[in-house]
């Protein structure tokens, strides 16, 4: 099965600054990477996504990027807020129609005001 | 705004006792997946429903849990009889069939607290 490895685990850094979180998966077939945001006592939250049919997609503060040959995508958030402190997970899912997503284990950012 | 809404938000039971979780999906949503989420084990997939259909339940330990959906507006979670090893965080989360994946929206979660 699937399996998605998830580093770092924790990320401190300071407001407007960049944070990088990255993912590697194992099974080639996977074609859908999201990402989620948990805040504390929520559930996670969708904030972005991408298909294997595309190297790189941008929302406003947030990209992510995904190297099929490598088989590893990255969150990348621009300007940094304190809102933005919550656990972020990354995500993979195989084949066409397929619904098991196989999470990462999590990355607690924290900004620095 | 559409969301994924999950009662109760907490529950403390003994040991023994039967949990019944709910979910009630966002409207026109076909797919269903309750998600149980630990330190340990971090998310794991319990079941899933497509069109009311269990398609999947191989998360779930068969002797104790069970999920079923009534009707398109509902989905339920049971474990009977708990143990305390079943406490954690079940989400449901549904979603809809989008070119070839799914999309999963997941409500805020019942903690639930097995002593």
């Known amino acids: 099965g699937e399996n998605v490895e998830q580093h770092p685990s924790t990320l401190s850094v300071q407001e407007g600054d960049s944070a990088v979180i990255k993912c590697t998966y194992s099974?080639?077939?996977?074609?859908?990477f999201p990402w989620y945001k948990q805040e504390l006592g929520k559930g996670p939250q969708l904030i972005i996504d991408?298909?294997?049919?595309?190297g790189e997609k941008k929302d406003q503060r947030i990209a992510v990027t995904l190297n099929k040959t490598a088989k590893h995508f990255s969150l990348h958030i621009t300007e940094t807020q304190p809102e933005d402190s919550a656990v972020y997970f990354c995500?993979?899912?195989?084949?066409?129609?397929?619904?098991?997503?196989?999470f990462g284990k999590g990355t607690k950012l924290s900004v620095i005001p | 705004d559409a969301r994924v809404t999950q009662t109760p938000r907490d529950k403390v039971t003994e040991m023994g006792q039967e949990v019944t979780m709910r979910c009630q999906p966002i409207?026109?949503?076909?797919?269903v997946f309750w998600y149980r989420q630990t330190m340990k084990q971090g998310l794991e997939l319990l079941a899933y429903?497509?069109?009311?259909?269990?398609?999947?339940d191989s998360g779930m330990p068969k002797d104790r849990f069970s999920a079923e959906m009534p009707d398109a507006t509902l989905a339920t979670l049971k474990i009977q009889p708990s143990e305390p090893r079943d406490s954690a965080v079940y989400f449901c989360a549904s979603g809809l069939l989008v070119s070839g994946v799914t999309e999963a929206f997941f409500g805020q979660g019942t903690r639930l607290t097995v002593v």
């Open positions: 099974d080639s077939a996977s074609n859908y």
């Open positions: 409207l026109g949503h076909n797919t």
């Open positions: 429903f497509r069109n009311r259909a269990p398609l999947d």
């Open positions: 995500a993979a899912i195989v084949g066409a129609g397929s619904y098991q997503l196989t």
């Open positions: 991408i298909r294997s049919n595309v």
